[in-house]
């Protein structure tokens, strides 16, 4: 078993702001990352993946839990210390850079900022670009001249440009075009090839994580239902809430709202006082799942599932 490069330990954060509602984003979210290796992440909008995103590098400080590298509390880490080791890549690719910035200057900023090849910026600035496979032509271009994807290749350089040990990436491809989105995962799965890096990979989309996981945890209401290796969660998905994301057809445009059939809908920020979180929109609901709230536990070799029925399921041989 590989070392675990980041620990997420019972990881709470609840937003509380004057004459609003009070939002539990993350309800008691544990996970390791594994050197080398791809967490995907996945779940709806709103199940608070960006929340767990921005506590686990650092941006925030969770209400409860612990967000640990190296034994090393995530939140007591300096800004700089953090950003070398961790990084954080972005939806939208041109949100992270400078719109006055030409491709070059925003890589050598990072360089200098962090004392990084000093004196050969300019070299290394070149095996970044080719790293993320844009030829060095792009160097002298200002963000608005690049296409989405040839910007994220930049915001996915200027994140290696550090050597992280650890990229979060935050729906990398959500943004992009259909016809580009298949490059990035392809890049990722490139990179990760050539040098150690681990990746946590977020998105919506089962069919986007599917393609660079090697563990899977899936999202719902703050809390993670289902995780464990690849071959588990996809191969065999225990939990309701994981076969119909398996099921479902990808949506084109995760900014579309789309309209909810699947009655009666559950506000993503709200949830059930008693029982399962899941219990009104599964289809195996029980009347214990009506009283009791389910557990992560262990139903085999470290796949884990928060469902009394996939639990029975295991436990029955
Ligand atoms: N800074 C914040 N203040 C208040 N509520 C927030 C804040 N950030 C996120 N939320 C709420 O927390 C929940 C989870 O959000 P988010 O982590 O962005 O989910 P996801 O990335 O899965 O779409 C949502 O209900 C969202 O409205
Ligand atoms: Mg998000």
Do not use: W
């Not at 839990?65 to 939208?92: C, H, K, N, P, Y």
């Not at 910007?151 to 050597?163: F, G, H, K, M, T």
């Not at 580009?180 to 890096?197: D, H």
């Not at 069919?207 to 239902?225: C, E, P």
């Amino acid at each position: 078993m590989a070392d675990v490069v980041l620990r997420g330990t019972d990881l709470a954060q609840r937003y509380e702001s004057r004459g609003r509602r009070v939002v539990d984003a993350l309800r008691g979210v544990s996970l390791e990352l594994r050197q080398g290796a791809t967490l995907g992440i996945v779940g709806e909008s709103g199940c608070g993946k960006s929340t767990l995103a921005r506590l686990l590098v650092g941006l925030e400080r969770p209400t409860a839990g612990t967000a640990e590298m190296s034994g090393e509390s995530m939140s007591t880490l300096d800004g700089r210390t953090r950003a070398r080791r961790i990084q954080l890549v972005f939806q939208d690719p041109y949100s992270s850079l400078d719109p006055r910035q030409r491709v070059r200057n925003a890589l050598r900023e990072v360089l200098t900022f962090h004392r990084l090849h000093a004196g050969a910026e300019e070299q290394r600035i070149e095996e970044l670009l080719d790293l993320v496979v844009l030829g060095r032509r792009f160097a002298d271009r200002y963000p608005h001249e690049l296409s989405g994807g040839q910007a994220q290749r930049v915001a996915i350089a200027r994140a290696l440009a550090v050597e992280p040990t650890i990229v979060v990436l935050d729906e990398p491809t959500s943004a992009l075009d259909v016809s580009v989105r298949a490059e990035i995962i392809n890049l990722l799965i490139g990179i990760q090839s050539r040098i150690t890096i681990s990746y946590i990979f977020i998105s919506h989309d089962l069919s986007m994580v599917r393609h660079v996981s090697d563990d899977i945890a899936v999202m719902y209401l703050g809390r993670i239902v289902e995780s464990g290796s690849y071959d588990q969660v996809l191969d065999a998905p225990a939990h309701p809430y994981t076969l119909a994301l398996a099921q479902a057809v990808p949506v084109p445009d995760p900014t579309v709202v789309r309209p909810r059939r699947a009655a009666p809908a559950i506000a993503a920020s709200s949830p059930i006082t008693r029982g399962c979180d899941y219990q009104d929109r599964c289809p195996l609901v029980e009347s214990q799942c009506r009283e009791v709230a389910p557990t992560l536990d262990d139903v085999g070799a470290g796949h884990r599932v928060a469902c009394h029925v996939a639990q029975r399921r295991a436990r029955t041989p």
